[in-house]
């Protein structure tokens, strides 16, 4: 390993790699480097599974839907989608947060957290409250208070819901995070991966983690045989449930202390730093 990087404790041969996007895999330019794509395809030809987890929603995986391999499967919007980028983002699995608690969600902040701002994701696309800051601009978009979008379904179809977006312009990110649990923990599943107050909101129990565990058994794949990476806050429970996990250098505190390992930076390509180390040990057990 280079220096600023801690080798993950080595539980098991690893099978399938895990790799959040955002600040991990890609550099800040939101670009995938020549190293990491070489890195992801030899990855894949030894044999080793790799999986997007990230909380982007599948329209917005062109970046990387040409390097997935094989299984052609990534899970999105924070664990509540699992899409076949082979087939144009077609949802394999979706795991909704119902309307009824996403608006139990929505009156229960706005008593706790006067000024937040919601915007509602379902399959279809995004729909926001005038007040939401427009972070990515969608034509299609239908603006109203969230007590309409969540009781109107605004595309006509009744998509599910994958996530409720909650948004303060004053409360500091992680105290946002903090007295939503707080408030209503018991409602939904909250996590953040902005570096603005920006809150995402899932169905009880849906993180990366659990949508990753599921997909593992599907695949006779244990916990101890995944290498995870991660940098927000999001990915603390996939870290935390992964056999072996990195930090990235540019990572949360709370995702450095979650993490078995830590690798350089997403800029310095920390994920495949850690790949091409995983295929060379594996090259020198062979020969040996």
Same mark, same amino acid.
């Given at each position: ?90 949802? /394999? #699995?979706?795991? $909704?947060?119902?309307? !009824? ?6 009156? &229960? @902040?706005?008593?706790? +957290?006067? %000024? ?45 819901? /994958? #996530?409720?977006? $909650?948004?303060?312009? !004053? ?6 995070? &903090? @007295?939503?649990?707080? +408030?209503? %923990? ?103």
């Amino acid at each position: 390993m280079i220096p600023d990087t801690v080798p993950a404790p080595l539980s098991a041969t690893p099978r399938l790699i895990a790799t959040d996007l955002d600040g991990t895999l890609l550099r800040d330019d939101k670009s995938v480097s020549e190293r990491t794509i070489a890195a992801l395809a030899a990855a894949e030809e030894a044999g080793i599974d790799v999986f997007f987890v990230t909380g982007r929603p599948a329209r917005w995986m062109d970046v990387v839907s040409a390097h997935v391999h094989g299984h052609g499967l990534a899970i999105c919007a924070n664990g509540a989608a699992v899409v076949d980028l082979h087939a144009g983002g077609e949802l /394999l #699995k979706v795991r $909704a947060l119902q309307r !009824e608690h996403a608006l139990s969600v929505v009156q &229960t @902040l706005r008593d706790a +957290a006067p %000024g937040t701002s919601f915007a509602v994701e379902l399959t279809t696309g995004i729909h926001y409250e005038p007040e939401y800051p427009p972070f990515h601009t969608d034509p299609g978009a239908t603006v109203a208070a969230a007590e309409k979008l969540l009781q109107e379904d605004p595309s006509g179809s009744s998509a599910p819901m /994958l #996530k409720l977006l $909650a948004h303060h312009s !004053e409360l500091s990110p992680d105290g946002f995070l &903090t @007295l939503a649990r707080t +408030a209503a %923990g018991e409602l939904a599943s909250f996590t953040r991966s902005s570096p603005s107050s920006l809150l995402e909101i899932s169905g009880l129990g849906v993180s990366k983690a659990s949508t990753l565990a599921l997909c593992c058994a599907e695949r006779g794949i244990s916990a101890d045989e995944v290498v995870a990476f991660g940098d927000m806050p999001n990915d603390v429970e996939m870290l935390t449930w992964a056999g072996m996990s990195y930090a990235m250098g540019n990572a949360h505190p709370e995702v450095t202390a979650a993490a078995s390992g830590r690798t350089v930076a997403n800029n310095d390509d920390g994920v495949a730093v850690v790949i091409e180390e995983i295929l060379a040990d594996r090259a020198r057990s062979t020969a040996g």
